[in-house]
């Protein structure tokens, strides 16, 4: 190896030489090699420190104790604690007395969004629009079989709906007309139900079915009873359907859907969550004893407000 | 000697390639031709192969002149608009911060004086972020790393600490003989002092530096009081730490290794661009005044006096020619123009010059003034460019309007039945008013049915209307979710496509539409 002076750049040759071809020595500013030094004194703290070593199974586990896994735990947990405050208020709020308090039934909103997303969307759908086609009710609209208003909500949350192992669950059930009623009767009872939301004429042998076997439940004008669950038949939300073919079957042969008792499952708070958000989508009823007036103040932040303003006076 | 004949004499080589013979003599006089002796290359590292290059520091002798008093102005004006611009108040209203210059990342505005930028307007800044980087072009390309020389911020603090090191050590070769100097008290208490007078300018660096981004009077108070956000203690602490240690001690090392601005700034240069040369068809053969009086037709007219080094803020030579180290503050002209007086030569022996001007002034053409090497197409075609942008965003940022409307329908469900029958959508719609007050805003709908009605959840259905006025605050995005309902009935093919118009409900009467569409259910009876 011999060292000399290349003559074109003035520079010292590293002394390797490869078919005539040598490497000029351009060594690195000593700072920068300490630098190197440094990083590789720092690998060795952080080897120790830091779970590093790739074993058979696992890694090496590091004095420090650290996981990325009991980071994530540590973050849920302060965000636990973070909400916590909000539940017990939510908790000790009485669901009808939410909505005057707009940020609690922002919160509410929030929460019940979030939970939804885990425990509804399956049967309800992501926008909570239900499935028509599988008898799951949409939760945008303005009719409710068993009430919209904030309590029954909460309520056919808590219970479920024919949920066999909940005691007070919502129950009822239409009992099938099939063998009770013949075909043209059952066609006439049809041709009346329609024409209760102006879909198909009168029907005066219907009309007088109708008062004898279905009145009682639906009411004389096919209004429907929430208190019992018996839907609305004369506006133009059909939860089976509302062709003339889907409202014969139903009279024949009733379906009847059921909704899991979500008290076993969900927290109390959770289930008030939900149905802050269920009455939130557009169609939420109001309670019939006047709310106190909370008109929110002008200084409120304009979602917190919306969301309290409409609780109270959509439906 | 001054007599431009006699300059033009000691030059064997002129019409040749430029070859910067004087530039290698210097190294192999140090190690002389030959293979190095062993000695020469342990002594640069360990193991008998020279794996780093020990640092040497570069202690910059004090120089009068044109230029330099030309970077005491670059300084000034820069430190000056650095450490002061949050400082300066502006009147916006009640409404708005009274900050001149404030970046309000929490807020996500931009305030520059009359100017503010909200989020979707980043195009201003992605514009200004061209300019700034065409005007480097137009720069480099005119009068070579004139940046790098006077502006960088690296330049400007490097130049600090220098004059910090200058006023503690004293010049060039006090600084040089202390740094040998064994560690005595008197050494150490002069090193601390100076060491904390940078890590005072570092400090105050790094404490500006947040100032742009929060009410400067009020962030100061929070500052020393404990209260202001861990960001700020964060950030200061970090500039401060890369200030005390790029500035006082890195330097020049940043611009030579870490900087990749003089790389990129290579390939702009050409041989018509602005540099600062040293004209070595008149200066070599370089020799002492002695030497050159004994056989005046050996010598140029360089006498190796090594002012132009001794000055050199980043420690090159500039006789070696172009190279990554030179950051062209012109310095060296100084101290060369000044040698050249006293020994009665004329100026200019380092100066700024293009390549091409070396070459033609080496073949015998007369000197032309610097300035007109600016007057080129490549320069005029930035500068088009350039202009060109600021005029845009200028005649952008004048006709702007200061409402601005988003709409986005849901989409899951696209459309609601009602009990009845009327069909319901509902839409997200963002309401911007950038003034700083409040406005009332009309939104109104275009292109559907008669009937249709719009609600917002403020207003409940009750007082459902086709037009709605809503509140939005000053200097704000109100975010509103809106119902449309069409009547029962209502024939769909005429419906899809419609538009929200938003109408600011003032003297200004600015507006803004948005399309959108109405989702109606499929007919499926």
Known sequence: ?315 | MADPKDLARPQPQAGQPRDWSGALRSVTDAAPAGPASAATVEDAGFMGSALYEKGKTVHNKRIDGPFRRFKWLVMLVTLAIYYITPWIRWDRGPYAPDQAVLIDLANRRFYMFDIEIWPHEFYFVAGMLIMAGIGLFIVTSAVGRAWCGYACPQTVWTDVFQHVDRFFDGDRNARARLDKAPWTASKTARRLAKWTVYLAIAFWTGGAWIMYFADAPTLTVDFWTGNAAPVAYATVAILTGTTFWLGGFMREQVCVYMCPWPRIQTAMLDEKSLIVTYKDWRGEQRGSLKKAAKNPDQYGDCIDCNMCVAVCPTGVDIREGQQIGCITCGLCIDACDKVMAEVGRPRGLIDYATLDQCKAEAAGAPPKPAWKALLRPRIFLYFGVWGAIGAGLLFALGTRTHTDLTVSPDRNPPYMLLKDGSVRNAYTLRLRNMEARPREMEVAMVGLPRGAVMWTDAVSVENAAPVQVIAVPANETKIVRAYVMLPPGTDEDESEHFAFRLTSLDEQGEQDIAETTFAMPEDDE
């Not at chain 1, 952080?46 to 973050?75: F, H, N, Q």
């Open chain 1, 1 to 315: 190896m011999t060292k000399r002076i290349d003559q074109p750049t003035g520079t010292e040759t590293v002394g390797h030489e490869w078919d005539g071809i040598e490497e000029l020595n351009t060594p690195l500013p000593r700072w920068w090699l300490w630098t190197f030094y440094a990083t590789i004194a720092f690998a060795a703290v952080y080897v120790v420190l830091y779970p590093a070593w790739p074993m058979i199974d696992k890694a090496t586990a590091g004095t420090l104790g650290w996981s990325s896994r009991g980071d994530l735990a540590k973050e849920m947990s302060a965000a636990d604690m973070a909400r916590q405050s909000v539940f017990e208020k939510i908790a000790a709020t009485d669901i009808e007395k939410l909505p005057g308090s707009p940020e609690l039934m922002q919160a509410a909103v929030s929460g019940g969004a979030a939970a939804f997303k885990v425990n509804c969307v399956q049967c309800h759908g992501a926008g909570a629009a239900g499935y028509q086609q599988f008898g799951y009710p949409n939760l945008n609209d303005d009719d409710w079989i068993w009430g919209g208003t904030l309590t029954e909500i909460e309520y056919t949350l808590t219970h479920g709906i024919r949920w066999q192992n909940a005691d007070d669950t919502r129950v009822n059930y239409m009992p099938a007309f099939a063998g009770v009623l013949d075909a043209g009767q059952t066609a006439a009872v049809a041709s009346h139900v329609l024409s209760l939301s102006g879909k198909a004429k009168g029907n005066p042998a219907g009309a007088q079915l109708f008062a004898e076997n279905c009145a009682a439940c639906h009411g004389p004008a096919g209004a429907g009873m929430p208190a019992m669950g018996a839907p609305a038949l004369n506006d133009a939300i059909w939860l089976y359907g509302g062709s003339e073919a889907a409202v014969r079957k139903q009279i024949l042969a009733p379906r009847h859907g059921v909704m899991p008792a979500w008290k076993d499952r969900l927290d109390p708070v959770t289930i008030k969550m939900l149905a802050a958000y269920v009455h939130s989508r557009g169609g939420g009823q109001q309670a019939a004893p006047a709310q106190p007036d909370t008109s929110p103040t002008p200084a409120t932040t304009g979602a917190v407000a919306q969301t309290a303003e409409k609780a109270k006076t959509d439906g």
